[in-house]
Nanobody, 126 residues
Framework: QVQLVESGGGSVQTGGSLRLSCQVF????????MGWFRQAPGKEREGVAA???????TYMDSVQGRFTISQHNAKNTLYLQMNSLKPEDTAMYFC????????????????????WGQGTQVTVSS
């Protein structure tokens, strides 16, 4: 059974950095796509970044150049390095995994993903 467990959230000031981790269990990295989503209070969940089995990455426009998604297959871990954080980055962050490959040059929609973690809170104060 695939399980995803996020960690690394917290509170930082504007301009600060955080690295989120997602420990992955029973998932085949050699196929499919993994991603990070976020949901702020009162807003819909949005795709932040994704990485496919070939290491290709995509990002939402507002985090391009500030966030970096990566994966360490030997450690079964997905990461999201977040730099130059802004108050509008405040949200609950979720990692997600899909078994199918995604061919478009964008973060797949949330309905594309089958497996989800419980989320980790990121709060950025001004």
């Amino acid at each position: 059974q695939v399980q995803l467990v996020e960690s690394g959230g917290g509170s930082v000031q504007t301009g600060g950095s955080l690295r989120l981790s997602c420990q992955v269990f029973a998932y085949a990295y050699n196929t499919g796509v993994m991603g990070w989503f976020r949901q702020a209070p009162g807003k819909e969940r949005e795709g932040v970044a994704a990485i496919d089995a070939y290491g290709r990455t995509t990002y939402m426009d507002s985090v391009q150049g500030r966030f970096t998604i990566s994966q360490h297959n030997a450690k079964n871990t997905l990461y999201l390095q977040m730099n130059s954080l802004k108050p509008e980055d405040t949200a609950m962050y979720f990692c997600a995994a899909a078994n199918d490959h995604w061919y478009a040059d964008s973060v797949p929609p949330e309905e594309f993903f089958t497996y989800w973690g419980q989320g980790t809170q990121v709060t950025v104060s001004s």
